[in-house]
Protein backbone atom coordinates (compact mmCIF):
# COMPACT_ATOMS: atom_id res chain seq x y z
CA UNK A 1 0.00 0.00 0.00
CA UNK A 2 1.48 3.57 -1.21
CA UNK A 3 0.17 7.01 0.63
CA UNK A 4 1.68 10.22 -0.42
CA UNK A 5 1.98 12.96 1.70
CA UNK A 6 1.59 15.95 -1.06
CA UNK A 7 3.53 18.98 0.33
CA UNK A 8 5.01 20.05 -2.92
CA UNK A 9 8.57 20.02 -2.93
CA UNK A 10 8.97 18.39 0.47
CA UNK A 11 6.00 15.35 -0.79
CA UNK A 12 6.77 11.65 -0.13
CA UNK A 13 5.64 8.64 -0.04
CA UNK A 14 4.54 6.02 2.58
CA UNK A 15 5.01 2.16 2.15
CA UNK A 16 3.10 0.07 4.24
CA UNK A 17 3.83 -4.04 3.24
CA UNK A 18 4.65 -6.73 5.09
CA UNK A 19 7.82 -7.52 4.56
CA UNK A 20 9.14 -4.49 2.93
CA UNK A 21 12.16 -4.17 5.31
CA UNK A 22 14.16 -7.04 2.78
CA UNK A 23 13.65 -5.01 -0.37
CA UNK A 24 14.21 -1.76 1.20
CA UNK A 25 17.18 -1.24 -1.01
CA UNK A 26 14.51 -1.13 -3.90
CA UNK A 27 12.74 1.33 -2.86
CA UNK A 28 15.51 3.58 -1.86
CA UNK A 29 17.03 3.55 -4.71
CA UNK A 30 14.44 5.07 -6.24
CA UNK A 31 14.66 8.26 -3.70
CA UNK A 32 18.47 7.87 -3.31
CA UNK A 33 21.09 8.50 -5.61
CA UNK A 34 24.07 9.12 -3.44
CA UNK A 35 26.87 6.43 -2.40
CA UNK A 36 27.05 6.53 1.72
CA UNK A 37 24.54 5.56 4.23
CA UNK A 38 24.19 5.42 7.77
CA UNK A 39 22.16 3.29 9.99
CA UNK A 40 21.13 5.21 13.12
CA UNK A 41 19.34 2.30 15.16
CA UNK A 42 19.75 0.69 19.08
CA UNK A 43 20.87 -2.23 20.83
CA UNK A 44 17.14 -3.76 20.69
CA UNK A 45 16.33 -2.89 16.88
CA UNK A 46 19.89 -3.48 15.20
CA UNK A 47 20.59 -6.77 16.06
CA UNK A 48 17.06 -7.93 14.76
CA UNK A 49 16.87 -6.17 11.60
CA UNK A 50 20.25 -4.72 10.92
CA UNK A 51 21.62 -7.48 8.60
CA UNK A 52 18.15 -7.55 7.00
CA UNK A 53 18.39 -4.07 6.02
CA UNK A 54 22.14 -4.05 5.12
CA UNK A 55 21.87 -6.68 3.14
CA UNK A 56 19.20 -4.98 0.61
CA UNK A 57 21.37 -2.28 0.47
CA UNK A 58 23.88 -3.69 -2.25
CA UNK A 59 26.24 -1.23 -3.78
CA UNK A 60 26.23 1.36 -1.46
CA UNK A 61 29.19 2.23 1.43
CA UNK A 62 27.21 1.65 4.51
CA UNK A 63 27.77 2.72 8.62
CA UNK A 64 25.76 1.50 11.46
CA UNK A 65 25.52 3.68 15.00
CA UNK A 66 24.14 1.86 17.32
CA UNK A 67 22.70 3.42 20.54
CA UNK A 68 21.38 2.38 23.55
CA UNK A 69 17.65 2.13 23.56
CA UNK A 70 15.45 4.03 25.86
CA UNK A 71 14.11 7.38 25.86
CA UNK A 72 16.99 8.74 27.74
CA UNK A 73 19.38 8.10 24.38
CA UNK A 74 16.78 11.16 22.86
CA UNK A 75 18.79 13.81 25.26
CA UNK A 76 20.55 16.84 23.67
CA UNK A 77 23.59 15.10 24.85
CA UNK A 78 23.86 12.28 22.71
CA UNK A 79 23.65 14.69 19.33
CA UNK A 80 27.39 14.92 19.27
CA UNK A 81 28.03 11.44 19.32
CA UNK A 82 25.65 11.29 16.27
CA UNK A 83 27.71 14.11 14.40
CA UNK A 84 30.92 12.53 15.17
CA UNK A 85 29.64 9.80 13.53
CA UNK A 86 28.60 11.22 10.41
CA UNK A 87 31.87 12.75 10.18
CA UNK A 88 33.57 10.28 10.78
CA UNK A 89 31.56 7.55 8.04
CA UNK A 90 33.00 11.31 5.68
CA UNK A 91 28.64 11.35 5.15
CA UNK A 92 28.23 14.54 2.47
CA UNK A 93 24.80 16.71 1.94
CA UNK A 94 24.33 14.00 -0.75
CA UNK A 95 24.32 10.85 1.57
CA UNK A 96 21.63 9.27 3.70
CA UNK A 97 20.93 9.10 7.16
CA UNK A 98 18.43 5.65 7.74
CA UNK A 99 16.38 5.65 10.60
CA UNK A 100 15.92 2.14 11.82
CA UNK A 101 13.85 2.45 15.54
CA UNK A 102 11.34 3.41 17.15
CA UNK A 103 10.42 6.98 17.83
CA UNK A 104 13.49 7.91 20.11
CA UNK A 105 15.44 6.87 16.94
CA UNK A 106 13.18 8.32 14.66
CA UNK A 107 13.28 11.66 16.06
CA UNK A 108 17.24 11.26 17.41
CA UNK A 109 18.58 10.71 13.62
CA UNK A 110 15.82 12.86 12.01
CA UNK A 111 17.41 15.83 13.83
CA UNK A 112 20.61 14.98 13.37
CA UNK A 113 19.55 14.75 9.65
CA UNK A 114 18.22 18.28 9.56
CA UNK A 115 21.20 20.04 11.01
CA UNK A 116 24.24 18.03 10.15
CA UNK A 117 25.40 20.29 7.56
CA UNK A 118 22.50 22.61 7.10
CA UNK A 119 20.57 19.32 6.46
CA UNK A 120 21.21 15.31 4.79
CA UNK A 121 18.73 12.84 2.80
CA UNK A 122 16.43 11.03 5.60
CA UNK A 123 14.64 7.50 4.99
CA UNK A 124 12.83 6.43 7.86
CA UNK A 125 11.87 2.47 8.55
CA UNK A 126 10.17 2.69 12.05
CA UNK A 127 10.35 -0.83 13.84
CA UNK A 128 7.65 0.53 16.42
CA UNK A 129 3.74 0.24 16.62
CA UNK A 130 3.80 4.50 18.07
CA UNK A 131 6.64 5.17 15.63
CA UNK A 132 4.63 3.56 12.12
CA UNK A 133 1.08 5.36 12.99
CA UNK A 134 1.92 8.65 14.16
CA UNK A 135 6.02 9.78 14.67
CA UNK A 136 7.59 8.35 11.63
CA UNK A 137 5.28 10.63 9.36
CA UNK A 138 4.74 14.38 9.27
CA UNK A 139 8.36 15.67 9.69
CA UNK A 140 8.96 16.83 13.38
CA UNK A 141 11.86 15.83 14.93
CA UNK A 142 13.11 16.90 18.02
CA UNK A 143 15.35 15.75 21.15
CA UNK A 144 15.06 16.56 25.10
CA UNK A 145 16.33 18.88 27.07
CA UNK A 146 16.58 18.70 30.93
CA UNK A 147 13.62 21.04 31.12
CA UNK A 148 11.53 19.32 28.74
CA UNK A 149 10.27 16.73 26.10
CA UNK A 150 11.12 17.92 22.31
CA UNK A 151 12.32 21.14 23.55
CA UNK A 152 14.65 21.29 20.66
CA UNK A 153 13.60 20.58 17.14
CA UNK A 154 12.94 20.87 13.26
CA UNK A 155 10.22 20.17 10.71
CA UNK A 156 12.36 18.22 8.30
CA UNK A 157 11.03 15.46 5.88
CA UNK A 158 12.23 12.43 5.46
CA UNK A 159 12.14 11.39 1.12
CA UNK A 160 10.54 8.11 2.09
CA UNK A 161 8.53 6.29 5.19
CA UNK A 162 9.14 2.36 4.54
CA UNK A 163 6.82 0.38 7.67
CA UNK A 164 6.83 -3.23 7.69
CA UNK A 165 4.17 -4.26 10.50
CA UNK A 166 6.05 -7.47 10.40
CA UNK A 167 8.34 -6.69 12.79
CA UNK A 168 5.67 -5.81 15.26
CA UNK A 169 6.19 -9.78 15.81
CA UNK A 170 9.36 -9.27 17.61
CA UNK A 171 8.02 -6.30 19.67
CA UNK A 172 7.27 -7.05 24.03
CA UNK A 173 3.61 -6.53 24.24
CA UNK A 174 4.33 -3.45 26.19
CA UNK A 175 5.64 -1.70 23.01
CA UNK A 176 1.93 -2.78 21.75
CA UNK A 177 0.07 -1.12 24.40
CA UNK A 178 2.97 1.94 23.97
CA UNK A 179 1.40 2.21 20.07
CA UNK A 180 -1.88 1.41 21.05
CA UNK A 181 -2.00 4.88 23.02
CA UNK A 182 -1.41 6.65 19.53
CA UNK A 183 -3.99 4.70 17.81
CA UNK A 184 -7.05 5.34 20.11
CA UNK A 185 -5.97 8.94 19.53
CA UNK A 186 -6.97 8.91 16.16
CA UNK A 187 -9.67 6.90 16.39
CA UNK A 188 -10.47 10.12 19.51
CA UNK A 189 -9.78 13.19 17.40
CA UNK A 190 -10.70 12.23 13.76
CA UNK A 191 -12.60 8.78 12.85
CA UNK A 192 -15.17 7.41 15.55
CA UNK A 193 -15.53 4.45 12.79
CA UNK A 194 -11.85 3.35 13.73
CA UNK A 195 -12.34 4.37 17.03
CA UNK A 196 -15.66 1.68 17.51
CA UNK A 197 -13.38 -1.08 15.36
CA UNK A 198 -10.54 -0.84 18.33
CA UNK A 199 -13.51 -1.25 20.75
CA UNK A 200 -14.79 -3.87 19.04
CA UNK A 201 -12.16 -6.69 19.90
CA UNK A 202 -11.40 -7.80 23.48
CA UNK A 203 -7.13 -7.35 23.02
CA UNK A 204 -4.59 -6.68 20.53
CA UNK A 205 -4.55 -10.43 19.50
CA UNK A 206 -7.86 -10.30 18.44
CA UNK A 207 -7.00 -6.45 16.30
CA UNK A 208 -3.93 -8.04 14.98
CA UNK A 209 -5.20 -9.91 11.56
CA UNK A 210 -6.39 -6.12 10.54
CA UNK A 211 -3.31 -4.59 11.81
CA UNK A 212 -2.05 -3.10 8.12
CA UNK A 213 -5.16 -1.66 7.86
CA UNK A 214 -5.50 0.22 11.13
CA UNK A 215 -1.90 1.31 10.56
CA UNK A 216 -2.77 2.31 7.23
CA UNK A 217 -5.87 4.46 8.84
CA UNK A 218 -4.14 6.44 11.11
CA UNK A 219 -1.15 7.36 8.60
CA UNK A 220 -3.81 8.25 6.09
CA UNK A 221 -5.55 10.46 9.03
CA UNK A 222 -1.59 12.12 9.84
CA UNK A 223 -1.43 12.46 6.08
CA UNK A 224 -4.71 14.74 5.98
CA UNK A 225 -4.21 17.01 8.99
CA UNK A 226 -0.12 17.20 7.96
CA UNK A 227 -1.00 18.38 4.15
CA UNK A 228 -3.51 21.16 5.82
CA UNK A 229 -1.01 22.44 8.42
CA UNK A 230 2.24 21.22 7.72
CA UNK A 231 3.94 23.41 10.31
CA UNK A 232 1.61 22.68 13.96
CA UNK A 233 -0.07 26.37 13.99
CA UNK A 234 -3.79 25.37 13.34
CA UNK A 235 -5.14 21.70 12.79
CA UNK A 236 -2.33 19.63 13.16
CA UNK A 237 -2.38 20.86 16.94
CA UNK A 238 -5.42 17.88 17.11
CA UNK A 239 -2.91 15.70 16.39
CA UNK A 240 -1.55 16.66 20.39
CA UNK A 241 -4.77 15.25 22.11
CA UNK A 242 -3.74 13.88 25.39
CA UNK A 243 -0.02 15.25 24.77
CA UNK A 244 0.03 18.34 27.74
CA UNK A 245 -0.13 16.11 30.35
CA UNK A 246 1.79 13.04 28.87
CA UNK A 247 4.51 15.08 28.01
CA UNK A 248 4.77 16.42 31.88
CA UNK A 249 3.62 13.03 33.14
CA UNK A 250 6.86 11.20 30.79
CA UNK A 251 9.44 14.01 32.49
CA UNK A 252 8.22 14.16 36.17
CA UNK A 253 9.56 10.59 36.41
CA UNK A 254 12.07 10.99 34.09
CA UNK A 255 10.76 8.41 31.35
CA UNK A 256 11.66 5.75 33.50
CA UNK A 257 7.62 4.91 34.24
CA UNK A 258 5.24 5.75 31.86
CA UNK A 259 6.18 5.13 28.36
CA UNK A 260 5.31 7.39 25.83
CA UNK A 261 1.86 5.98 24.66
CA UNK A 262 0.63 4.86 28.00
CA UNK A 263 1.16 8.58 29.31
CA UNK A 264 -0.62 9.18 26.46
CA UNK A 265 -3.81 7.36 27.22
CA UNK A 266 -3.51 8.82 31.10
CA UNK A 267 -3.75 12.28 29.36
CA UNK A 268 -6.44 11.56 26.82
CA UNK A 269 -8.77 10.05 29.45
CA UNK A 270 -8.34 12.72 32.40
CA UNK A 271 -8.47 15.66 29.92
CA UNK A 272 -11.74 13.96 28.81
CA UNK A 273 -12.82 13.59 32.66
CA UNK A 274 -12.02 17.28 33.90
CA UNK A 275 -13.43 18.72 30.20
CA UNK A 276 -16.64 16.41 30.73
CA UNK A 277 -17.20 18.60 34.10
CA UNK A 278 -16.56 21.52 32.77
CA UNK A 279 -19.32 20.67 30.59
CA UNK A 280 -16.78 21.38 27.34
CA UNK A 281 -17.27 17.71 25.84
CA UNK A 282 -20.11 15.35 25.63
CA UNK A 283 -20.79 13.05 28.47
CA UNK A 284 -19.73 9.85 28.30
CA UNK A 285 -16.74 10.36 26.19
CA UNK A 286 -14.14 9.54 29.70
CA UNK A 287 -15.92 6.82 29.96
CA UNK A 288 -15.53 5.38 25.68
CA UNK A 289 -12.21 6.16 26.37
CA UNK A 290 -11.68 4.63 29.73
CA UNK A 291 -13.09 1.11 27.92
CA UNK A 292 -10.33 1.34 24.72
CA UNK A 293 -7.66 1.93 26.98
CA UNK A 294 -8.39 -1.46 29.23
CA UNK A 295 -8.79 -3.24 26.49
CA UNK A 296 -5.33 -2.94 24.79
CA UNK A 297 -3.73 -2.87 28.57
CA UNK A 298 -3.16 1.31 29.01
CA UNK A 299 -3.04 2.86 32.30
CA UNK A 300 -5.62 5.38 33.49
CA UNK A 301 -3.94 7.59 35.62
CA UNK A 302 -0.53 8.43 37.62
CA UNK A 303 -1.82 9.54 40.83
CA UNK A 304 0.01 12.89 40.66
CA UNK A 305 -2.30 15.81 41.86
CA UNK A 306 -2.24 17.99 38.78
CA UNK A 307 -0.15 20.70 40.73
CA UNK A 308 2.76 18.13 40.82
CA UNK A 309 2.62 18.94 37.02
CA UNK A 310 1.79 22.58 36.13
CA UNK A 311 4.91 23.87 36.43
CA UNK A 312 6.25 21.62 33.79
CA UNK A 313 2.83 22.01 31.72
CA UNK A 314 4.00 25.94 31.64
CA UNK A 315 6.98 24.79 30.18
CA UNK A 316 5.03 22.71 26.98
CA UNK A 317 5.08 24.31 23.49
CA UNK A 318 1.62 24.29 23.28
CA UNK A 319 1.90 27.29 26.32
CA UNK A 320 2.31 30.75 23.94
CA UNK A 321 2.31 33.66 25.70
CA UNK A 322 0.94 32.20 28.77
CA UNK A 323 -2.06 30.69 27.09
CA UNK A 324 -2.23 27.15 27.63
CA UNK A 325 -3.91 25.67 23.94
CA UNK A 326 -5.34 21.65 25.01
CA UNK A 327 -7.01 19.72 22.43
CA UNK A 328 -10.50 18.26 23.96
CA UNK A 329 -12.71 15.99 22.15
CA UNK A 330 -16.52 17.81 21.14
CA UNK A 331 -17.16 13.76 20.95
CA UNK A 332 -15.18 10.78 19.96
CA UNK A 333 -14.14 11.62 16.35
CA UNK A 334 -14.86 15.48 16.98
CA UNK A 335 -11.94 17.02 17.95
CA UNK A 336 -11.24 20.72 18.70
CA UNK A 337 -8.15 23.15 20.21
CA UNK A 338 -9.58 25.32 23.19
CA UNK A 339 -7.60 27.92 24.70
CA UNK A 340 -6.81 28.83 28.50
CA UNK A 341 -4.48 28.41 30.59
CA UNK A 342 -3.09 26.43 33.92
CA UNK A 343 -6.21 26.94 36.03
CA UNK A 344 -7.66 24.35 33.65
CA UNK A 345 -6.87 21.40 36.01
CA UNK A 346 -8.05 23.50 39.31
CA UNK A 347 -11.43 21.99 40.97
CA UNK A 348 -12.85 24.49 43.48
CA UNK A 349 -11.17 22.75 46.38
CA UNK A 350 -7.40 22.25 45.36
CA UNK A 351 -6.14 20.42 41.58
CA UNK A 352 -7.50 17.37 40.31
CA UNK A 353 -5.94 14.20 40.62
CA UNK A 354 -4.59 13.12 37.54
Not at 41 to 52: A, I, M, Q, T
Not at 274 to 290: F, Q, R, V
Amino acid sequence: MKLTVNLGENSYPVYIENGILSDAGAYISDVFGGKRIMIISDDNVFPLYGDKLLNSLTGYECSALVLPHGEPTKDFQTLPKVYSALLEAKLTRSDLIIALGGGVIGDLAGFAAASYLRGINLIQIPTSLLAQVDSSVGGKVAVDLPQGKNLAGAFFHPKTVLIDPSVLDTLPPHFISDGMGEVIKYGCIKDAELFSRLCAHTSFDSLKPELTDVIARCVDIKRIVVEADQFDTGERMLLNFGHTLAHTIEQYYHYERESHGEAVGIGMYQITRIAEKKGLTAPGCAEKIKNALEIYGLPLSCGLPAAELTGAISLDKKNLNGRLNIVLLKEVGSSYVYPTDISFFHQSDGYHII
